[in-house]
């Protein structure tokens, strides 16, 4: 029963920002590694951040790297991707995901949003 739905996507002009959420359910939400990743128009699913459960320690990939920041509020069960300065390479369905360890591939998160799109047009 767990569950992880995102929210914030949508069409923005380059230079703009976004903020995405994600709701996380029927998990130990204090306990897991949070993570943001992507998928473009004929690419595989990349990596875009990560965040441990203390919401201090972060990583990025170096596409977003002072960008992109990744935020979690444990009394909400949510996680949050402030996306600043968007390039139209930014594209991509993001999807949310969790894990009850540290993790940065897909693979190492058994737990998926479905996730939303982000459009950014020159």
């Known amino acids: 029963q767990v569950q992880l739905v995102e929210s914030g996507g949508g069409l923005v002009q380059a230079g703009g920002s976004l903020k995405l959420s994600c709701a996380a359910s029927?998990?130990?939400?204090?306990?897991?590694?949070m993570g943001w990743f992507r998928q473009g128009p004929g690419k595989e699913r990349e990596f875009v951040a990560s965040i441990r459960r203390n919401g201090i320690t972060t990583y990025y990939a170096d596409s977003v790297k002072d960008r992109f920041a990744i935020s979690r509020d444990n009394a909400k069960n949510a996680v949050y991707l402030q996306m600043n300065s968007l390039k139209p390479e930014d594209t991509a369905v993001y999807y949310c995901?969790?894990?009850?360890?540290?993790?940065?591939?897909?693979?190492?998160?058994?737990?998926w949003g479905q996730g939303t799109q982000v459009t950014v047009s020159s």
């Open positions: 995901a969790a894990r009850y360890a540290f993790g940065t591939t897909p693979g190492e998160y058994p737990y």
């Open positions: 029927g998990l130990t939400f204090s306990s897991c590694t």
